[in-house]
């Protein structure tokens, strides 16, 4: 089964061809996924030599995965495909190669804050939360290892790889949900991001601050 995937919910944009647990092509972008998509991730195989598509639905930058979950709903509904999405956490996991280790895989909030879980072997031992980076080092599970841009961007350490949650991960966790499958368009229409907090504009409009965004 060929799976053409991506990740939008970190700064960088992946996007992957996946084939029966083998990685066919991947690239990783640095311009914002609203300026290179459908593009970057058609570059990688047409559309009729694929057997389904999938994307990462964060949590992570709203903007972002807005546009991602955007760009493969058009693309499944364009070519009848069926359509998956995966954490975006766990695809960062997934990508590290090291199942052995607890592992935190984390990815950038706003007003310093981030998004983790904690994981080994693939199971959940701490669900996806979002918390200030202030916090972190007090959450952070005894001999955890730390991954992902979301500590990195609060100058916390982390391993160097991966950088972002990559597509050929979400394309991995996504094949056993779409092994099979047909083009299903009320699912596919469904999909959505998993933001784990209100958007700005959402808080705003609570508060009562609408048309006076930070």
């Not at 280790?101 to 072997?121: K, M, Q």
């Amino acid at each position: 089964m060929r799976i053409l995937a991506l990740d939008s919910s970190s700064p960088l944009l992946s996007c992957a061809l996946w084939e029966d647990g083998r990685v066919v092509a991947e690239s990783l972008h640095v311009e914002k996924a609203g300026d290179v998509l459908p593009a970057a991730l058609l570059a990688l195989a047409p559309l009729e030599s694929v057997d389904a598509l999938a994307a990462g639905i964060g949590p992570g930058s709203f903007t972002g995965l807005r546009v991602g979950l955007a760009a493969v709903k058009v693309l499944a509904y364009a070519r009848k495909l069926p359509l998956a999405g995966a954490s975006s956490l766990r695809a960062l996991a997934v990508g590290a190669r090291r199942p052995a280790d607890l592992l935190v895989p984390t990815l950038p909030a706003r007003r310093g804050e981030l998004y983790a879980c904690a994981l080994r072997g693939g199971e959940l031992v701490m669900p996806e939360t979002v918390l200030r980076a202030a916090d972190f080092a007090a959450w952070v599970p005894a001999g955890a290892v730390v991954l992902g841009p979301g500590a990195r961007a609060n100058g916390l350490p982390v391993l160097d790889e991966p950088r972002a949650p990559p597509a050929w991960a979400v394309a991995e966790l996504s094949a056993h949900a779409l092994r099979g499958a047909g083009y299903d368009e009320a699912a596919c229409f469904a999909l959505s991001p998993n933001y784990l907090q209100p958007s700005a504009p959402e808080v705003a409009l609570r508060e009562g601050r609408v048309g006076k965004l930070p």
